[in-house]
T-cell receptor, first 115, second 114 residues
Framework: DAGVTQSPTHLIKTRGQQVTLRCSPK?????VSWYQQALGQGPQFIFQ???????QRGNFPDRFSGHQFPNYSSELNVNALLLGDSALYLC??????????????FGPGTRLTVT | AQSVTQPDIHITVSEGASLELRCNYS??????LFWYVQSPGQGLQLLLK??????LVQGIKGFEAEFKRSQSSFNLRKPSVHWSDAAEYFC????????????FGAGTILRVKS
């Protein structure tokens, strides 16, 4: 049973560019959340997708946007990159119902470096 | 607003010694609490969780945690630490009103000396 997978593993971009990160949820999971983890900090919630719609959003600017596809996979897009966007981006998935509803499983993350 | 405090940024223990990592939370309702572990360059692995019931919960790798409502705490413990336990540990509270988003503490880095 594959867990949460993310691609790419590492990414280097220049200020002002745009980036797309991808996530495939754990089998049986239909809800995907994205978190940003800056160096030396705990993860911060960006947003959550369920049924192809953004359901919850954290305190992040509109430069951060996302998408969820019918197969439950998800993308995180960041426009007009800033140096401060350099971080580990984590994807987490959980089922939309059932006993594991409150458990989130994380992928290995994508390390984004903005120069 | 919900928050999680992990007062210790770094902790160093000797291999074989006991471990306790502290976590305090602020949340208006009955909390759902989690401990995750992160090895360098890796994602987060769920160690254990508390939803309700017995306040002492067992997790993977020999870890346990105790929920104390009166102290708003959820401390992580292990009786005997192994060198492979060296990692960063995060406490988190699940916010049910916001799709169970997780609010994390800043983490505690555990170093194990032989």
């Amino acid at each position: 049973d594959a867990g949460v997978t993310q691609s790419p593993t590492h990414l280097i971009k220049t200020r002002g560019q745009q980036v797309t990160l991808r996530c495939s949820p754990k089998s049986g999971h239909d809800t995907v959340s994205w978190y940003q983890q800056a160096l030396g900090q705990g993860p911060q919630f960006i947003f959550q997708y369920y049924e192809e719609e953004e359901r919850q959003r954290g305190n992040f600017p509109d430069r951060f946007s996302g998408h969820q596809f019918p197969n439950y996979s998800s993308e995180l897009n960041v426009n007009a990159l800033l140096l401060g966007d350099s971080a580990l981006y984590l994807c987490a998935s959980r089922p939309g119902s059932g006993l594991s509803y409150y458990e989130q499983y994380f992928g290995p993350g994508t390390r984004l470096t903005v120069t | 607003a919900q928050s999680v405090t992990q007062p210790d940024i770094h902790i160093t223990v000797s291999e074989g010694a006991s471990l306790e990592l502290r976590c305090n939370y602020s949340y208006g309702a009955t909390p759902y609490l989690f401990w995750y572990v992160q090895s360098p360059g890796q994602g987060l692995q769920l160690l254990l969780k508390y939803f309700s019931g017995d306040t002492l919960v067992q997790g993977i790798k020999g870890f346990e945690a105790e929920f104390k409502r009166s102290q708003s705490s959820f401390n992580l413990r292990k009786p005997s630490v192994h060198w492979s336990d060296a990692a960063e540990y995060f406490c988190a509270v699940g916010v049910r009103e916001y799709g169970n988003k997780l609010v994390f503490g800043a983490g505690t880095i555990l170093r194990v000396k032989s």
